[in-house]
């Protein structure tokens, strides 16, 4: 009887540890730090390659069998490494505490290159040479600025295209330009896209947001807003003014006849 009792007995445990090991169980738990910011922390079962990641509050759920082994690792904590036990599958929930893991960065000497570690002090001091430009490499034409398409129509149409017979002979096609009114059209043109790239300046000065939040100027009406102050005959000398409060004081009180001329157009757009 002896002999079969222990056989018996020795089979269940051996049992057991066998079903133990292939037992799979979701394993929940929770990290935590005094720190307290515990959210994003992963958590990787290397045995099996899966991995978790914690929510906001620490939280995790991950597979685990017995001897598998867990990795808890975040940027500002310590690495750690937990083997699953039977007392840890047994258990219905695991707390896993972290520590906070100082990172020392190498010793940086900068007295020797004459640096203070102020950057303000430090670029008025070191000598950058200047950027390669046309003007540095003495270009010709270097300091020409390029001609709009509209200005460089107006040129042609009041000298005419350049040929040796020009020396000789008086260029006709200035004349009739300036008769059929061509030359007149070319004008207004050219004053109308300068007024427009002064426009378009304007914009990307300031962004859509301050239009829409502080102008309260629809977005989809920037554009028509912007050709409402375009017309007026201060809005050149305000923009070639360079002055930003200037020129933002100008819009501003630009944005409230521009809400009260269209105010029932913009409640309609808000409903």
């Known amino acids: 009887m002896i002999p079969i009792y222990l056989f018996c007995l020795i089979f269940g445990v051996f049992s057991k540890g066998l079903v133990a090991q292939d037992f799979i169980k ?9 720190d307290g910011d515990v959210a994003a922390t992963h ?54 505490p972290l520590e906070e893991s100082n990172i020392a960065l190498d010793e940086v000497v900068v007295t020797p290159y004459n640096l203070t570690g102020e950057l303000d002090r430090d670029m008025k001091r070191l000598n950058i040479p200047a950027p390669v430009t046309a003007t540095s490499l003495g270009l010709p034409n270097a300091h020409v600025k390029p001609l709009m398409q509209s200005e460089r129509l107006l040129r042609e149409a009041s000298m005419g295209p350049f040929s040796v017979g020009m020396l000789t002979s008086v260029p006709f096609n200035p004349l009739i330009n300036a008769i059929t009114g061509r030359t007149k059209m070319l004008k207004k043109r050219v004053a109308r896209d300068i007024k427009y790239n002064k426009t378009q300046q304007l ?33 050149s000398n305000i923009v070639d003014s360079k002055d930003l409060f200037r020129i933002w004081d100008f819009i501003r009180q630009k944005s409230v006849v521009y809400r009260k001329n269209n105010k029932q157009f913009l409640s309609d757009g808000k409903q």
């Open 26 to 34: 979701t394993l929940e738990g929770k990290v935590y730090s005094i």
């Open 203 to 235: 914009r990307t000065q300031f962004a859509d947001s301050l239009f829409v939040l502080q102008l309260k100027i629809p977005y989809e009406k920037i554009d028509d807003f912007l050709y409402f102050c375009e017309v007026d005959s201060n809005f």
């Open 43 to 96: 958590v990787l079962n290397t045995t099996t390659k899966k991995a978790a990641i914690t929510d906001l509050n620490g939280f995790f759920s991950i597979p685990v069998q017995l001897n598998d082994t867990l990795v808890i690792s975040a940027v500002q904590y310590k690495r750690k490494e937990i083997v699953v036990t039977t007392a840890i599958l047994e258990s219905k929930f695991l707390s896993i």
